[in-house]
């Protein structure tokens, strides 16, 4: 019988058993700043993280704003926390307010005495923060539809591309697209309401082209994998299956995301993309999957909102769904312990089993490392790791600890297939 989905909390209260790992990362917050959570939801107009929850999946009403000014204002007040002492600013003392850093303008201040202590730290990531602030606006454009730019036919085979500075040029002259952008509407809207003044030309040129390199990341790195395999589309169609798909690749999503393929890999005889996770978002991708070949030279997008080990038990095994020839999960953070077992470890024991081609991305060096003591417990048949020649250029913040080095989606991967061998010596005769 197919296991069924854990039940997301009815109240604010924060669970300590869930396999969600945006709840996870949402309540976490709090182990840094106290109380951040609770005025995040605030600031959105909600009162619980079911209301969140349910927003953020199209099954209630979405957070309102009176205008884009009000918008903007309550999204950047969900940052603002003093970052040397994790004060909130209803904790502070009458009459002080937190300021900004003047030069990153990423983190705030309570005091003086707060922002010297801290910058031993800070002076760090400073000038990486920077560009972490001015990104976190500028990626509103991804919701007006300015981004992310359409992109051109490859003129090398996959072979020849090997990390973005071989896919760039193919793109032809990209500035002209980026600077249409620039002096777009949205673009003006965004920083007439914004709560900071508009950077430099030169500053949202880049900014755009690494929110458009986070977007390609996921499927140059589907692609990447796929050759790394040895899977030859041309000769057949090709099934994956994208493992812990959560509500940031799902939010939005729309059935082109991968027409990348296509050009990496002209003349394919069909590729089906099957997003599969407890948070997947419900959009236009939610359709079923395919069970038999999907259309020629086209990538068809489906998606399964349920653990990956249920979604094998209720439709792969049915047959009602191909099964993979490539499985892939992006920054999965199975190296955290919080709902190992009943989400992760299930479906690394499937993908282990059945031998099915794996490659899974982290944020950082760190967490890929974790992830490979895991996997060599499992006795996994590990076939390479590394930095990704695809990752994100985008820098992120992770949780609410703003002074740590910025991540970047997709920058490591671990590839498995399989049971590692093992080779027994028989016992030595006594002489």
């Keep these: 019988m197919a296991s069924q989905i854990p039940a997301l909390p009815q109240s604010y209260a924060p669970g300590t058993d869930s396999v969600f790992s945006d709840q996870s990362g949402f309540y976490s917050l709090d182990a840094n700043v ?36 009000e918008m903007f204002q309550r999204i950047e007040e969900t940052f603002k926390f003093c970052t040397g002492c994790n004060k909130l600013p209803d904790h502070l ?20 005495d707060c922002q010297k202590k801290d910058w031993p730290q800070h002076k760090k990531v400073c000038k990486m923060l920077r560009l972490v602030a001015i990104d976190r606006l500028v990626e509103w454009l991804m919701f007006t539809g300015d981004l992310p730019l359409p992109t051109e036919k490859w003129s090398k085979s996959v072979a020849e591309v090997k990390n973005w500075d071989d896919w760039l040029p193919m793109q032809g002259d990209l500035w002209p697209r980026l600077d249409a952008i620039l002096s777009g509407t949205n673009m003006a809207t965004l920083w007439k309401n914004a709560s900071r003044a508009r950077p430099d030309d030169a500053d949202l040129r880049q900014s755009l082209w690494r929110l458009q390199s986070e ?6 790195t589907v692609g990447t994998a796929m050759q790394r395999f040895g899977l030859d589309p041309s000769s057949k169609p090709i099934t994956i299956h994208l493992a812990g798909a959560s509500h940031n690749e799902t939010m939005g999503a729309r059935l082109t995301d991968y027409d990348e393929l296509t050009h990496m890999f002209p003349g394919h005889q069909g590729i ?3 997003m599969v996770g407890p948070e997947v978002v419900d959009s236009s991708i939610m359709r079923p999957p395919l069970s038999a070949f999907g259309p020629k030279q086209r990538v068809y997008i ?3 909102k349920g653990l990956y080990h249920q979604f094998w038990e209720e439709l792969v095994e049915k047959e009602e769904a191909a099964k993979p020839d490539l499985v892939v999960g992006f920054h999965p953070d199975f190296d955290a312990s919080q709902g190992l077992d009943d989400g992760w470890l299930p479906t690394l024991l499937l993908l282990r089993d059945y031998e099915i081609p794996s490659l899974f991305t982290a944020l950082n060096e760190t967490e890929m490392t974790y992830s490979l003591q895991i996997l060599l417990e499992l006795e996994m048949d590990m076939k390479g790791n590394g930095a990704n020649p695809f990752s994100s250029l985008k820098p992120e913040v992770v949780g609410s600890c703003p002074n740590k080095p910025p991540v970047y989606c997709n920058s490591h991967y671990f590839c498995f297939q399989g049971l590692l061998e093992t080779v027994e010596f028989e016992e030595p005769d006594e002489a």
């Design 34 to 69: 106290p109380g951040l959570s609770k005025v995040i939801l605030n600031k959105l107009n909600m009162k619980d993280y079911g209301q969140y929850r349910a927003a953020v999946e199209g099954k209630a009403k979405g957070i309102s704003f009176r205008n884009y000014k």
């Design 93 to 112: 003392a009458k009459g002080q307010t937190l300021k900004r850093c003047v030069k990153c303008l990423n983190v705030y201040y309570c005091t003086k």
């Design 215 to 220: 977007f390609l990341s996921r499927v140059l």
């Design 272 to 274: 089906e993309i099957v």
């Design 302 to 304: 489906s998606a399964y």
